[in-house]
């Protein structure tokens, strides 16, 4: 597959034992800026890495699922611009991760557009494995924490009309996926459809149910819920 990640930011684990993998994803971790990452790769085993940063980097970092095993998993960290310790909140997190999703969907179209199929089917695969995971952990945690704190059933409000969109947008994305890779399928077509569902969805989420969560939780159940978020598809007890 073609990524685009730099050699030296991409930590191959799989071969290391326990304690040298720790040290090499600390020592890796702590020689980025903010706003840099790096990739980790991984057996499942491997996952434990992850509970270690979190542990003892609290606060610092996002991390973004790309390929979800079952034999090898490819997790992309990113150092945060925040004070060890920090805490998360869940509209800066889950629009950090929209804009990463945009990043990743536009990369793969521009790859199409100059001819390079494998790179944008690649791309779109990573943006597609990271899309099902966001709309995953917003349905399995995210809109049960804002039912509970607000009262409202999971059959009327917001997250209702979220959960019927995301129908459509997995839809589009699944007819749009497979013809990426096919320079004579018309996608575009989709692809602004697409991208009318998901904008007006990403708004609403960021002016409406993100803030009213973070509202409704206080600082520390919303950071407590956003470790949960990260940890969410990669491996059991993450979070």
Request: proline share 4%; charged share 25%.
């Amino acid at each position: 597959m073609t990524h685009m990640v730099t050699v030296d930011r991409v930590l191959d684990a799989r071969a290391l034992p326990a304690a040298a993998a720790t040290a090499a994803a600390l020592s890796r971790f702590d020689a980025l800026s903010p706003g840099e990452k790096f990739v980790l790769v991984a057996t499942a085993g491997g996952l434990e890495l992850l509970k270690r940063l979190q542990a003892e980097r609290a606060g610092l970092f996002e991390w973004s699922l790309l390929e979800s095993g079952p034999s090898v998993w490819r997790i992309e960290i990113a150092r945060r611009e925040a004070p060890a310790g920090a805490k998360r909140d869940i509209l800066e997190a889950l629009a950090w991760d929209h804009d990463r999703l945009d990043a990743l969907e536009d990369a793969a179209f521009r790859a199409r557009a100059f001819g390079d199929l494998q790179s944008a089917f690649d791309l779109y695969e990573e943006f597609s494995v990271g899309l099902r995971r966001h709309i995953g952990f917003e349905e399995d945690l995210l809109f049960p924490a804002f039912e509970a704190a607000s009262g409202m059933p999971p059959t009327a409000g917001p997250t209702a009309v979220m959960r019927a969109e995301h129908r459509e947008i997995q839809d589009l994305l699944d007819r749009i996926a497979s013809g990426m890779g096919d320079a004579a399928a018309d996608v575009d077509g989709l692809r602004s459809r697409f991208h009318a569902v998901l904008g007006d969805h990403n708004l609403k989420e960021e002016q409406v149910l993100y803030p009213g969560t973070d509202d409704l939780l206080g600082p520390e159940k919303a950071d407590r819920l956003v470790r949960q978020i990260q940890g969410y598809g990669i491996g059991a007890g993450l979070g």
